[in-house]
């Protein structure tokens, strides 16, 4: 039989559901690996050969580095206005915050 060490009921903890701590260095950590592996994906998918791979995923970086410290920076000075929303709307204002961010990076 299974000790439990922990006992935990998420299910009445009203606040279960909130946005990750954007000031927290383990996500940021875990924002940047995870864009750049989908940046390698992508130019992996998109190569015609894989020697091109890593020019590709340079020119890729070129746009998405900036555009990324950009994110990371924003989402670190609004965390404690986004720990504040409600999760749907949290979630809905860092999409928007990203998606106004990456439009302006374009122009």
Same mark, same amino acid.
């Given at each position: 039989m299974l000790a439990v060490s922990i006992r935990q009921?998420?299910?009445?903890?009203?606040?279960?559901?909130r946005l990750p701590d954007f000031r927290n260095l383990g $996500?940021?950590?875990?924002i940047l690996v995870g864009a750049n592996l989908l940046t390698i994906a992508a130019t992996i998918?998109?190569?015609p050969s894989?020697?091109?791979?890593?020019?590709?995923?340079?020119?890729?970086?070129?746009?998405?580095?900036?555009l990324l410290?950009?994110? $990371?920076?924003?989402?670190? $000075?609004a965390a404690p206005l986004l720990a504040r929303l409600p999760y749907v709307?949290?979630?809905?204002?860092?999409a928007v915050l990203t998606l106004g961010l990456a439009a302006a990076g374009r122009a």
């Open positions: 009921d998420l299910s009445s903890d009203p606040r279960s559901d $996500v940021v950590a875990r998918a998109a190569a894989l020697a091109q791979v890593l020019e590709s995923f340079i020119e890729a970086a070129m746009f998405i580095e900036p410290l950009a994110c $990371v920076v924003a989402l670190y $000075v709307a949290g979630c809905a204002a860092v």
